[in-house]
């Protein structure tokens, strides 16, 4: 009896100290490199407002504002550059990606 649990304790405490090794090893093989990935600057999940669609919008492509109208998940800014071009950009609405539309 005495044999059968210095066996089962035995077999636990491998368990706990190899398990963490183990999930580190996963998360490792999930990443191509082996260094942290950045962060992208975009603002948290939550969703954003559409003055903060205007302002991620003007920081990307400066100038005037002339519209932003919300959709669905995301917002359409035009935006009046400083040489007239006018630019439609897309941001998301959760993410705030900003880019430009096609």
Same mark, same amino acid.
């Given at each position: 009896? #005495?044999? @059968?649990? #210095? @066996?089962?304790?035995?077999? !636990?405490l491998?368990? &706990? ?8 090893? !996963?998360?490792?093989?999930? !990443?191509?490199? =082996?260094?942290?990935? =950045? ?7 939550k969703?954003? #407002? =559409?003055? #903060?669609?205007?302002?991620?919008a =003007?920081?990307?492509?400066?100038g005037? @504002? ?5 959709? !669905?998940?995301?917002?359409? $800014?035009? $935006? ?9 950009? @897309? &941001? ?11």
């Amino acid at each position: 009896m #005495t044999k @059968i649990l #210095t @066996i089962l304790l035995s077999c !636990s405490l491998l368990l &706990v100290l190899v398990a963490p090794l183990q999930a580190n090893d !996963s998360a490792m093989l999930l !990443s191509d490199n =082996k260094e942290p990935a =950045k962060q992208p600057t975009v603002l948290p999940a939550k969703d954003i #407002t =559409k003055e #903060t669609a205007a302002q991620l919008a =003007k920081q990307r492509f400066p100038g005037r @504002i002339l519209k932003v109208r919300a959709e !669905s998940r995301q917002y359409r $800014v035009r $935006v009046m550059q400083d040489d007239g071009r006018v630019v439609n950009v @897309i &941001v998301d609405g959760r993410s705030g990606r900003v880019k430009r539309e096609d």
